[in-house]
């Protein structure tokens, strides 16, 4: 009985490790991802990346102006000889408010997470995460001042500090208190946050306090809508007013409070990702009535602005600029925000404005004129690159600070003009059984994108060529047609015939038709009379082994889809879905692999999507067979060892 079990164990284990070793089969060999690059009236670059595909109207990109930037170029990338018909896209203006300046605090430890900046018109107060609490102090234009301890308590790492011209007020979140300290840091007196029943903190402390020397405002953490805020008077006396859903009306992941600032009438919220991942914050605005403004992103979309390192955590204002705190840079911003003034387009940087808008750019979605005419202007005198396009340069200006938002990008052409496909044959004529090279090549005033040949059967595809060897199986005349379309969907076939003749006269030859040309063939010598004594040896069709025949490629017209299967390598030449089958030992029918790419990608695809695959029933059956034998032989050593220690 033991033996019976240790063999159904040893069975149980090759079973385990026959799906162990399928499923490593799989994930070693997944379809790769491949990164494509596009091709006329497809893209717009800007520093050499590709960053927006054309007739992509849900796309929404934004130019940042600001001091010292108030110039940015973005490419088309488009065919040297495409006909533009036209070229448009939708301009909106936003307030910007970046101003380009900042300085590094001379701290060494960080600020707290939700706060830490103070501001008393002429210098900065950044509080350090310390015990005791330090303050680093620089002047307004970022020179290191000095620095105080805040003493009088036997605690530190406080979250945040408000200060005027005569008092340090500083918040610690746990107590739920206020600690009040003259500008030498000694303490002088502190407060509990109170109210009459009606104010409670929602199952969070507060992290973050501002005034403007009438009413204390207390920031909490917020929730799934965005940081709350609370009114109090100058002694931490609840006044029953907060705000709650500040974040409501920005991206959701700006939705956690931390740092506040208030000139009495205006309030200015730093709102943090949940999740503390830097670069996501947005400025909330409101008026002190609760209602809510537009709220603003602190980085720009160059990457400039705060945050540096960690994320943004408190901000400050003087009644004309804005300073925000991140980890440990001070950033400078307009307070009131600027649209982009006197805006223009240069289409290929020749200093001629192809649209231009005078004065302050609030407009929402305004179309711009027809720029087709400039842009074809440029690509009749640019250089083209190795694979025939140029990069025409698209410069936006503005006189001043602000955002321009660009979308519902627009471009035509009107190329109607097919490719030109010629067949070449080695041989007009051959014998029955024998061998000959056919190619099919094409060509075309923007670009060929697909080109597939069948002669009897046998076929090959490629992006402007292809090219095949063909044995005579059969006499008779053979039927050749070679077929390719361009990036506008232009196509065009040229066909022609080749005679196989079986040596008793038959047979045909020569000449083309439909679309294309066709090169006449080379003259071929006489062929030498054999030798009476030896017979001329027959040569015979080559054998295509039967346990693992290549995979065939079902076509799909609708989508104009092409593809072939060389070396495990599926080369689809065009959008659309195409199949791919295979067939095993008995030829049973089974799917191997899907690909698919949406209906916009149809033509744009620049050169043949390399997708390699492998076959995993022929791994899986070999990998089991391994297995199995290797059990085989462990159960015959076993029972020869067992039968060897019997006879001793």
């Known amino acids: 009985m033991r033996k019976r079990g240790s063999l159904i164990v040893k069975i149980a284990i090759a079973i385990i490790l026959t799906f162990v070793g399928l499923y490593l089969v799989q994930v070693d060999h997944e379809v790769s991802k491949t990164v494509l690059k596009t ?26 102006f600001y001091p010292g930037r108030l110039t940015e170029t973005k490419y088309l990338y488009l065919r040297k000889n495409l006909n533009v018909t036209n070229a448009t896209l939708n301009l909106t203006g936003h307030f910007g408010y970046y101003a380009n300046e900042s300085f590094m605090v001379n701290s060494t430890l960080s600020p707290p997470n939700f706060g830490g900046l103070g501001f008393n018109g002429t210098h900065f107060y950044i509080l350090e995460q310390s015990n005791p609490s330090r303050i680093i102090i620089h002047n307004i234009t970022g020179g290191y001042f000095g620095n105080i301890n805040l003493t009088g308590v036997n605690f530190g790492n406080f979250d945040d500090i408000w200060m005027n011209d005569t008092t340090i007020f500083a918040i610690k979140s746990t107590a739920g208190a206020v600690y009040q300290f003259n500008l030498s840091g000694n303490i002088t007196t ?10 409670v903190f929602p199952g969070s402390d507060p992290i973050a306090i501002a005034s403007n020397n009438s009413d204390f405002w207390a920031s909490l953490a917020g929730g799934f809508s965005g940081p709350t805020i609370f009114r109090f008077n100058m002694t931490f006396n609840s006044t029953n007013f907060n705000k709650t859903g500040i974040g409501a009306n920005g991206p959701s992941t700006s939705r956690s409070g931390a740092g506040i600032a208030t000139n009495g009438s205006i309030i200015w919220v730093v709102g943090q990702d949940p999740a503390l991942i830097a670069g996501r914050e947005y400025l ?3 008026y002190s009535n609760g209602t809510l403004l537009s709220p603003f992103k602190l980085r720009q979309s160059d990457g400039r602005g705060s945050p540096t390192g960690s994320p943004s955590k408190d901000v400050e204002q003087n009644g004309t600029f804005l300073w925000i705190l991140d980890n440990s840079t001070i950033h400078k911003y307009f307070q009131d925000g600027f649209l982009p003034q006197n805006p223009y387009i240069d289409i290929g940087n020749d200093g001629s404005a192809e649209w231009n808008f005078s004065g302050n750019f609030s407009q929402h979605n305004n179309k711009t004129e027809n720029l087709a005419s400039a842009i074809n202007s440029y690509l009749s005198t640019c250089n083209a690159d190795a694979e025939g396009n140029c990069t025409v340069p698209i410069v936006f200006t503005s006189s001043t600070t602000g955002i321009l938002e660009y979308s519902g990008i627009s471009i035509d052409s009107n190329d109607t003009t097919p490719p030109t496909v010629t067949i070449n044959l080695a041989s007009s004529s051959i014998p029955l ?14 670009e060929v994108i697909s080109l597939s040949m069948s002669v009897d059967g046998a076929s090959c595809s490629g992006v402007n060529s292809c090219s095949l060897t063909y044995q005579g199986g059969s006499s008779g005349s053979k039927s050749i047609s070679c077929s390719a379309s361009d990036s506008n969907t232009n196509g065009a076939t040229a066909t022609s015939t080749l005679s196989v003749t079986d040596g008793s006269g038959g047979g045909g030859g020569g000449g083309g038709s439909g679309g294309g040309t066709t090169e006449p063939p080379t003259e071929e010598p006489p062929a030498e009379t054999p030798p009476a004594e030896e017979p001329p040896v027959e040569e015979q069709p080559l054998e295509i082994p039967q346990e693992l025949i290549i995979p065939q490629v079902i076509q799909v017209p609708l989508d104009y889809i092409s593809a072939s299967i060389a070396q495990n390598t599926a080369n689809v030449d065009l959008g659309g879905k195409a199949q791919i089958i295979y067939y095993i030992g008995s030829k049973t029918e089974k799917p191997r692999l899907d690909i698919t790419f949406k209906p916009f990608d149809i033509n744009i695809i620049k050169k043949p999507l390399n997708i390699k695959f492998t076959d995993y029933p022929y791994y899986a059956i070999s990998f089991l067979t391994i297995l199995l034998v290797m059990l085989l032989i462990i159960t015959t050593v076993e029972k020869a060892r067992i039968l060897i220690k019997r006879k001793l």
């Open 433 to 446: 059984g024998a061998s000959t090279t056919i190619s099919c090549s094409a060509s075309d005033n923007i």
């Open 39 to 64: 091709t006329a009236f497809s893209s717009i670059t800007g520093d050499s990346v590709l960053t927006e595909e054309f007739n992509d109207t849900t796309t929404i990109l934004n130019i940042t």
């Open 190 to 199: 502190s407060y509990n946050f109170t109210g009459d029943g009606i104010f």
């Open 284 to 286: 909330h605005i409101m």
